[in-house]
């Protein structure tokens, strides 16, 4: 049994773009790729504006572990997306992600699944170190008791 389409009442943070012309594939929709592109960058960007600070200088850094999407309706152009984002696990050295793509319904049109894991910037191995203490002050307002472990 799959899991139960999301809603917007599932997310806690929201971020609107607007889809483009290029974005539509042969076949009338917004083409695959382009939701994992939304998907990172609504991360990213809620970790920019949270710690006010450029996370790619950041002594440690979060590099992907996992994305997944699961796909419920078709998206197209030219109407915004809402993005909806919530953490499901702050883990000791990882965050799971899950984006709502919403499209002029309260239904997610899609829902994706983002692992990023922190690893040491300057180390060229990459080595896994735990999470830094601005990202775990980011992304904790963004868990929901309901949706996984306590960060």
């Not at 796909?71 to 109407?79: C, H, I, L, Q």
């Not at 499901?88 to 692992?115: C, H, I």
């Not at 690893?119 to 002050?137: F, G, S």
């Amino acid at each position: 049994m799959s899991a139960p389409r999301p809603t917007r009442a599932d997310y806690v943070s929201w971020e609107t773009v607007t889809t483009r012309w290029a974005d539509i594939d042969v076949y009338g929709h917004m083409n695959n790729a382009r939701y994992f592109e939304l998907i990172d960058t609504v991360v990213n960007n809620h970790l920019v504006a949270a710690t006010g600070t450029d996370i790619r200088t950041l002594p440690a850094i979060g590099v992907v572990a996992e994305v997944g999407c699961r796909y419920f309706a078709e998206v197209g152009y030219p109407e915004p997306v809402d993005l909806g984002l919530v953490v499901d696990k702050v883990g000791t050295s990882s965050v799971v992600y899950r984006v709502g793509l919403f499209q002029g319904s309260d239904q997610a049109a899609a829902e994706g699944r983002f692992v990023h894991v922190y690893v040491d910037n300057t180390d060229p191995a990459r080595a896994v170190v735990p999470l830094p203490d601005e990202i775990r002050d980011a992304v904790t307002p963004l868990w929901r008791p309901e949706a996984g472990v306590r960060p």
